[in-house]
């Protein structure tokens, strides 16, 4: 009988949605309103209404930034909530820890030599990525993806003691959670100067405003990601 009516709960809920696909138009259709108004309208307006002469960053973070602020709050869920089963797993288990059988061999001097040179190179690289994602393709997670992988590399190649003075530990949770501070730092500040929770000034003459809040978000995201990135692979015991 549960199951009866389980089945018809889900054809009753399952009937408007399949209405309302019928109506949409077909796909890749010219005659849908992606293609008749949004397109057109983020690609002439973008840079002058979002704020950025990229117009992939004035769709992220300004056109459907509300989107974005979830998708960065439910990454750094994420890592909490790894965190979480990681240090619950390691709590409750009480089989006795098996030694490894030899030492690992260390990486050849020519490895560290690398990692040590190209280093400050990939840190450039990372940080170009994120403050020029608003005029140039990349951004926050791109950049912050490029620095986390940079840390994980050093703390593979050089040891996870030399990895962790890039992210030192009296600040490493506020770096963590970076990326969702700042949405919500300038989406407060929208709403206390403009009246809307991530509202951008749409006066031409505080352009400059626009561009240096998405700045922010940018340099938010990939401080967070990198932290986030870094934090999951050292818990899961990440070593040398």
């Known amino acids: 009988m549960k199951r009866a009516l389980t089945i018809a709960m889900l054809v009753l809920l399952a009937m408007p949605l399949l209405y309302a696909m019928s109506q949409l138009p077909p796909h890749g259709s010219a005659t849908s309103p992606a ?6 309208r983020y690609l002439e307006r973008g840079p002058e209404e979002a704020g950025a002469e990229n117009v992939v960053t004035d769709v992220i973070l300004n056109y459907r930034g509300f989107d974005t602020n979830g998708e960065v709050t439910v990454i750094f869920t994420s890592l909490a909530a790894v965190l979480a089963v990681l240090l619950a797993g390691r709590k409750g288990d009480e089989r006795p820890v098996r030694e490894p059988a030899a030492e690992p061999s260390p990486p050849s001097v020519v490895v560290r030599f690398v990692v040590r040179l190209l280093g400050p190179f990939v840190t450039m690289f990372a940080v170009y990525v994120i403050i020029n994602g ?64 991530l509202a951008f000034p749409r006066d031409e003459a505080l352009a400059w405003v626009r561009t240096s809040w998405l700045m922010v978000i940018e340099i938010g995201i990939g401080v967070g990601g990198a932290a986030i990135i870094s934090a999951i692979f050292w818990q899961m015991g990440g070593d040398r």
């Open 134 to 197: 608003h005029v140039s393709p990349g951004g926050g997670f791109q950049g912050g993806t490029v620095f986390g992988a940079l840390v994980i590399l050093i703390t593979v190649v050089l040891g996870r003691s030399v990895a962790e003075k890039l992210q030192p530990l009296g600040v490493r949770r506020i770096l963590q959670a970076a990326a969702p501070l700042t949405f919500v730092a300038v989406g407060v500040l929208g709403l206390a100067l403009f009246g809307d929770y």
């Open 35 to 40: 293609y008749t108004h949004i397109s057109p």
